[in-house]
């Protein structure tokens, strides 16, 4: 089975700042995706981006970006000049030839 | 295009009591997902439906809770009775495909807060 852990509970950023959430998963799998959602106070998850391992080329969704690192099972998000409405709970979530899986999600707050 | 729809999106209740949620997919989604989320966790499946087939059923406690998805279209997801650690949020989901590999993007619900008493 897959797990995925986000050793991040909380991270912080200023708005205009740029700030980086981590995710590593581990997984036997060679063909899987990986996700980040966001998730609001209003509980809807709303995808973020998405990463197809078989992709060398780390995708990219306007502010947000990824460095996928696939030897080293690493799937990092990185957001450029934050806004007040970036915040909120953020998952790492893994998908291969099962479920998806989520990590236990980091909060980021972001202050003006 | 409308989302995945779920309603209520609150409900209280006392324990032993039961209680149903209702999830309305995408148009055209195959796949349904019902996934519980406790407070301070990410969500754990619960069910998947391929159209009227539930595929995954294997976290699904199926001594109180059931669910269905007649007519592979919307679907319901029961608990009764209800115990106090029922307490969670439950989201559905919807995906396009169909098949063992999930390559599909899952497209979430506001999910219902339930709350036992």
């Known amino acids: 089975a897959q797990t995925v852990t986000q050793s991040q509970p909380e991270m912080s950023v200023q708005e205009a700042e740029t700030v980086t959430l981590s995710c590593t998963y581990d997984?036997?799998?060679?063909?899987?995706?990986l996700f980040w959602y966001k998730q609001p106070p209003s509980r809807q998850m709303i995808l973020v981006i998405r990463?197809?391992?078989?992709?060398?080329q780390n995708a990219t969704e306007n502010r947000f970006s990824v460095n996928f690192q696939k030897a080293a099972k690493s799937f990092s998000l990185k957001i450029s000049d934050s806004q007040l409405g970036d915040a909120a709970m953020y998952f790492c979530?893994?998908?291969?030839?099962?479920?998806?899986?989520f990590g236990k999600g980091t909060m980021l707050l972001v202050s003006p | 295009e409308a989302g995945v729809v779920q309603s209520p999106r609150y409900k209280i209740i006392e324990k032993k009591q039961p209680v149903a949620f209702w999830c309305n997919p995408i148009?055209?989604?195959?796949?349904l997902y019902w996934y519980l989320q406790n407070l301070g966790q990410g969500p754990e499946l619960l069910i998947r439906?391929?159209?009227?087939?539930?595929?995954?059923d294997s976290q699904l406690p199926k001594d109180r809770f059931s669910a269905e998805r007649l007519k592979g279209v919307d679907s319901t997801l029961k608990i009764q009775p209800a115990e106090l650690g029922d307490s969670a949020v439950y989201l559905c989901?919807?995906?396009?495909?169909?098949?063992?590999?999930?390559?599909?993007?899952?497209?979430f619900g506001p999910g219902t807060r339930l709350t036992v008493l």
């Open positions: 989901a919807s995906s396009l495909g169909t098949g063992v590999l999930s390559t599909d993007t899952q497209y």
């Open positions: 997984t036997s799998e060679s063909d899987y995706y």
């Open positions: 990463q197809e391992a078989y992709k060398q």
């Open positions: 979530a893994f998908s291969g030839y099962s479920t998806l899986t």
């Open positions: 148009s055209g989604h195959n796949t």
């Open positions: 439906y391929e159209n009227e087939e539930a595929v995954d």
